[in-house]
């Protein structure tokens, strides 16, 4: 299995970015998928989730400004961020639902103030 999220950088406080992550080695198309993300010395915290047949939920604090999308047909998983705040300074990293498999490579968001 091979995740690799992409598209990070550095933005201003109310600017807004796209991730993609780029999945192989297992049937994508059968998987749900979610984002997650973590601050160096803090819990990685699950973000947005979207089943195989597209249906999505979201944290609750980020509702609204992040949407999660998925390409079945490029085994891809997009998150729009929207209105970028400071605290969503994290990495953020793709995974199957709970997290089931090995940690792929995660993209930096740096929000600045």
């Known amino acids: 299995v091979q995740l690799q999220a992409s598209g990070g950088g550095l933005v201003q406080d109310g600017g807004s970015l796209t991730l993609s992550c780029a999945a192989s080695g297992f049937t994508f198309t059968s998987s749900p998928m979610s984002w997650y993300r973590q601050v160096p010395g803090k819990q990685r915290e699950w973000v947005a989730g979207i089943s195989e047949g597209g249906s999505k939920n979201y944290a609750d604090s980020l509702k609204g400004r992040f949407t999660i999308s998925r390409d079945n047909a490029k085994n891809m998983v997009y998150l729009q961020m929207n209105n970028l705040k400071p605290e969503d300074t994290a990495v953020y990293y793709c995974?199957?639902?709970?997290?089931?498999?090995?940690w792929g490579k995660g993209t930096l968001v740096t929000v600045s103030s």
């Open positions: 995974n199957g639902r709970g997290a089931i498999f090995a």
